[in-house]
């Protein structure tokens, strides 16, 4: 299937695709707050928007609302062992003696059980903790925490394939995630001498004797400056800063990351004048915090960090006046609050640029927000995400289900995250391609086939399901963020809920009289209509 011709519907009525000239800025939105408004703040910051949230935030005013997912922030219990007994290649039966099932394994060091199936129960374990993450996904509270993870995933991109140490691959999604709305800087200089970056990265082999350039090299290119015209590094402080990182090595035993002195330049290391000649000299562990700290002082760095948010967040693109007008401002927001991340975030999506109709609907889904968002927004009943008997294998699914539609859990496809969010001049349109497309349309079908959907609690939601025109606008305005026009919805009331009869009365008839030999298959054939439209995938 042709992406672009699957898209050309939705590009030729959708004007936010034809040239941006946006006039808006940082200023507090004042406009209207309706349902399109709210889903659209939902959507970008949540996975989905569930009717009763939406009815929540419409109730608040928009700085109540963001202010509500921002500060809506819970410290979830970790992943535990869901797996038995371990079979090794003698066909023996082995017992995990660390942890018993349903217990928590993030603080045990796989030294009581037998050397035979340690590399079972590290994969086990990795395994556990793909589906605990899916399922905090899923079960979502009214917070941006979710998004941010995710968002600090791409942009640190630490791939299991490389590290694949359960244990290593926690403790970095937890750093993550505890500090998803704190510090950026702080949080850069904690990645830096995290033990699954330093194995990323090569970090743990870099030595005063052989200094490796990989870590020193993306952490200035793709974490904090950037490869704008501005980002005036040079090759030489990708050197001096490898240096400034020797020695850095990782306990076998606990997994924690110590600085070895014999490994470790003790030499004066000076920078460029794009940051200021600064020298680091001989301080031990603390070169670390004066390297960021040095690189957070360039403005570029505010400006790079703030960019990416933007994409995240926004739109993928970005002119000149947005340039000025909004990553400037923000940049200088980041800066004056000292890094912190949070009054960022606050200002960005209060301000009218964020709720500029140019801004919605302008994007594709990734397949988090196509997958979770679809259960979600139909009220499908998902375990709580600390069940691993029943939750567990519904989470593993979903998990497997992104993954062939691109999107992998702790699997970017490189160091620079997911191409989606950085790719000229694709972009977002990378999500859908020939082999993806189907598979989404295989998803939201198949969800429809097997019954998973509460398709009549979903018209339930329309204000009168009785009258299909009412109907169809109120299911399409919930479940497409650009609006059907009044041609397109007529065909489709007509097609699905009228028998092609052209006559109202033949669905309103059905309904009032719960006629289910009407009403199911026609719910069923009408929404997996709706989500095989490419409005579906705008977000």
Known sequence: MDRRAFLKGARNKNMYFAGRGLASGLNAYAGNWTLNEVTHLLKRTMFGARKADIDHFLSLSPSQAVDELLNNVFVPAPPVRDYGLIEDDDAVLHDDLGVVQGQTWVNDLNTMSDPKVLGSINSLRVSSLHK?????????????????????????????????????????????????????RQLVKDVSIDPAMLVHLNGYLNSKLAPDENYARELQELMTVGKGPDSLYTEQDVQTAARVLTGWRIDGNTYTSYLD???????????????????????????????????????????????????????????????????????????????????????????????DPLNQACYIKSPYDIIVGTLREFNVSIPPYTDYV????????????????????????????????????????????????????????????????????????????????????????????????????????????????NDNTVWTTAWNANNNAVIDPALSELFKFIMNLPEYHLC
């Not at 909004?326 to 991340?341: G, H, M, Q, Y």
């Not at 160091?415 to 349309?441: C, D, F, I, T």
């Not at 398709?455 to 305005?477: E, H, K, M, Y």
């Open 132 to 184: 605990w993450w899916v399922g905090l996904i899923l079960k979502q509270d009214r917070s941006i925490t979710e998004k941010m993870v995710l968002f600090w995933h791409h942009h640190f991109s630490v791939q299991q394939e490389e590290v694949s140490n359960a244990t290593m691959l926690w403790r970095h999604h937890n750093l993550l995630r505890t500090n998803a709305l704190g510090n950026v």
């Open 261 to 355: 002195t014999s490994a470790h330049d003790t030499g004066s290391k000076t920078f460029s004048a794009f940051y200021n000649n600064t020298t680091i000299g001989n301080t031990g562990a603390q070169e670390v915090s004066d390297l960021v700290n040095m690189i957070f002082n360039t403005t570029e760095t505010a400006r790079f960090i703030i960019r990416k948010l933007y994409k995240w967040f926004v739109y993928y693109t970005i002119d000149d006046t947005t340039e000025t007008d909004v990553i400037a401002p923000l940049a200088e927001l980041l800066r004056s609050n000292n890094f912190e991340i949070k009054p960022v975030l606050s200002a960005l999506l209060k301000s009218e640029h964020f709720f």
């Open 390 to 501: 029943n939750g567990y294998p519904v989470f593993s699914s979903v998990y497997d289900k992104a993954a062939e539609m691109q999107q992998v859990l702790f699997q970017p496809p490189d160091v620079s995250g997911w191409p989606a969010y950085y790719q000229e001049p694709m972009h977002y349109e990378l999500w859908v391609n020939s082999n993806s497309l189907p598979k989404r349309a295989d998803f939201t079908d198949g969800l429809v086939q097997d019954r998973m959907l509460d398709l009549r609690g979903f018209a339930g939601f329309s204000s009168n399901p009785a009258d299909p025109d009412q109907l169809v606008a109120d299911v399409t305005g919930l479940l497409l963020r650009y609006p059907l026009s009044l041609t397109s919805r007529n065909w489709v009331k007509n097609k699905f809920l009228l028998n092609n009869s």
